[in-house]
């Protein structure tokens, strides 16, 4: 892997620079929510409240309204704490909504509209100065004409946005706040601010467990910098606060002390087990042959990932995103969690998806235009008849 260099590009990721990403964004999010109003009008069902009013936007919406402190008890002995859930999205909820009409739903769908936009934002500035900064230094060939890390930037972004699972970043869940935290914790990173780099990093862990992969990922560059040292070791310190802060409030919220937290995820059966869940859940497949499909469906989806990784490896992509990436990609696959949730959680390693940015960059730009456009339609038919059947969870 490259050794980090933290000097800045003489191009900085303005606005007017990733106007072309954000505008290619909204469109494939704008036809996501129109494949799901015209999908869900069929149905007779009500659109927004598939994105703003199940799941876990319930749980978000009742903890910004009253607080920490509900729970349900099944029959199976489990229980369902909102403990379980990060406090950084149902507080701007509250905050959204002690200032504005709306509800708390609509805080939410408006937090997380916003928060797209600054996470697309986001991959696009860590993809452009990557690649940027290759062809500055002439060790990445550019074969197509004009725009440079730009334009793989681009790509980037609309790939993210055309995840199959990309409805998701509409939701009124706190995947993209997460994201778009993650991207510019990274991108100050990959730039040499640090205070910026772990505070946002801080915030991160106030919003998702996986919030330690931005820890991780700033301790790391951290380590391996030839920097200065005060800011850095400054922007250590602070990275870990938020999540630490709150495992030890709900350690102490419950009585249970540092590992109190691991007690409320095991209620609703999350917890971390090597993959090894996933793998009988997988095996469980191919006790029958339609199931046998899926199963090998799940085999080749997991392979994908795991090459996709690799290949961010030998593509030598800077030790922040290999870390923050690598991390997130062990706790989606090895965690015991909901197994229909998995392909949401790798939602934020969008650091996988540089190597297939390239590779689009590197087409003629009417191809890479069908091949997005074809992407675009299948993720945003996909996304509807998800959302109005069993997912996500």
Known sequence: MTALDTRPLPAHPTLRRAAPALLG??????????????????????????LTARWDSLWYSRVA??????????PNGDVHSNLAFFPLLPWLERLLASVTPMSYADAGFAVSAVASLAAAW?????????????????????????????????????????????????????ESLFTALAAWSLYAV????????????????????????????????AIASSAPGRRRVLGMLIAPLGAAGYVL????????????????????????????????????KFTSFPSALAGVGLIVGVGLVIWLYVTCVRQRQPLPL????????????????????????????????????????????????????????????????????????
């Open 249 to 284: 409030w709900v350690g102490h919220r419950t009585g249970k002390g540092p590992l109190g937290y691991l007690d409320v995820q095991a209620g609703w059966r999350n917890g971390f087990d090597g993959g090894a869940a996933f793998a009988r859940f997988v095996a469980d």
């Open 322 to 393: 290999l870390v923050y990436a690598g991390v997130v990609t062990a706790l989606a696959l090895c965690a015991s969690s909901y197994f229909g949730s998995k392909p949401r959680l790798l939602l934020p390693a969008f650091p996988l998806l540089l190597p297939l940015a390239l590779a689009l960059a590197r087409l003629r730009t009417s191809r890479s235009v069908l091949v997005t456009g074809v992407v675009a339609v299948a993720s945003a038919v996909y996304g509807a008849f998800w959302l109005n059947g069993s997912g996500p969870p």
């Open 122 to 174: 986001g991959v696009f500035a860590v993809t452009d100065h990557v690649y940027g900064r290759r062809e500055e230094e002439g060790r990445e060939a550019r074969p197509w004409k004009g725009g440079g890390g730009r334009r793989v930037g681009v790509c980037a972004v609309l790939l993210w946005a055309v995840l199959p699972v990309g409805i998701v970043q509409s939701m009124a869940y706190s």
């Open 65 to 74: 309204e009253l607080g920490y402190g509900y729970e349900v008890r099944l």
């Open 25 to 50: 964004y909204a469109a494939v999010r704008a036809l996501g929510l129109l494949a799901l109003a015209l999908w869900s009008a069929a149905r007779d069902k009500d659109a927004y409240k598939l």
């Open 190 to 221: 990959l730039t040499g601010r640090w205070l910026t780099a772990g505070a946002l990093a801080l915030l991160a862990g106030l919003t998702r467990p996986v919030g330690l992969a931005v820890v991780a990922a700033v301790w790391a560059a």
